[in-house]
């Protein structure tokens, strides 16, 4: 049972250029989240989706785009990479209602230069 | 604007001993979740609570919601409870706020 799946785990970008992270989870999970993790911050919440085809932002949403066409996947795409979005990206799945233990991913690093 | 503050920041510990880590939250929630960073970055959910008491091997949880304030207890602590410590609070409308973290060191 692979969980949550992230890819890249590693990436560096230059600025302007877009870039979309992945995410698998095979649990037949409805929740799924993107968060970023930055230094002296809490994990941040980008954008989430409690279902195929429903997606919502959340705290820190700009310049960011997700979509949900399965259960499965949830990839959050970088329109055009800014220095500011160098961080450790999380993905993250829960069945049924979000307030439920959440299954986390491995992280993707990124860095923008 | 912080939600969730957690306290100690940092916490160095000997083996065996009895260790705390607080969490305090300004807002109505529904739940309360601990997590667990270990050193090469991997999230684990730890405990999910709304009220009394949770306990799992040496790891308890607890929380007030009366004084919006949870605590993490670890006994006998051991080398590989070394990771940060997260709480996290889920307030209605599909929102998880996270605290900064609480790095723990267990010496040996």
């Known amino acids: 049972n692979a969980g949550v799946t992230q890819t890249p785990k590693f990436q560096v970008l230059k600025t302007g250029q877009s870039m979309t992270l992945q995410c698998a989870q095979d649990?037949?999970?409805?929740?799924m989240s993107w968060y970023r993790q930055d230094p002296g911050m809490g994990l941040r919440l980008i954008h989430y989706s409690v279902g195929a085809g429903i997606t919502d932002q959340g705290e820190v949403p700009n310049g960011y785009n997700v979509s949900r066409s399965t259960t499965e996947d949830f990839p959050l795409r970088l329109l055009s990479a800014a220095p500011s979005q160098t961080s450790v990206y999380f993905c993250?799945?829960?069945?049924?209602?979000?307030?439920?233990?959440?299954?986390f991913g491995d992280g993707t690093r990124l860095s923008i230069l | 604007k912080n939600e969730v503050e957690q306290s100690p920041q940092n916490l160095t510990a000997q083996e065996g001993e009895f260790i705390t880590i607080n969490c305090s939250y300004s807002v109505g929630i529904s739940a309360l979740h601990w997590l667990q960073q270990h050193p090469g970055g991997g999230i684990v959910s730890l405990f999910m609570l709304s009220s009394g008491k949770k306990k799992h091997g040496r790891l308890i949880a607890t929380i007030n919601i009366q004084e919006k304030h949870s605590s993490l207890h670890i006994t006998a602590s051991h080398p590989r409870d070394s990771a940060v410590y997260i709480c996290a609070v889920y307030i209605p409308g599909n929102q998880f706020y996270f605290g900064t973290g609480t790095s723990l060191t267990v010496i040996p």
């Open positions: 649990m037949n999970h409805e929740y």
């Open positions: 993250a799945s829960s069945p049924g209602h979000p307030n439920q233990p959440q299954h």
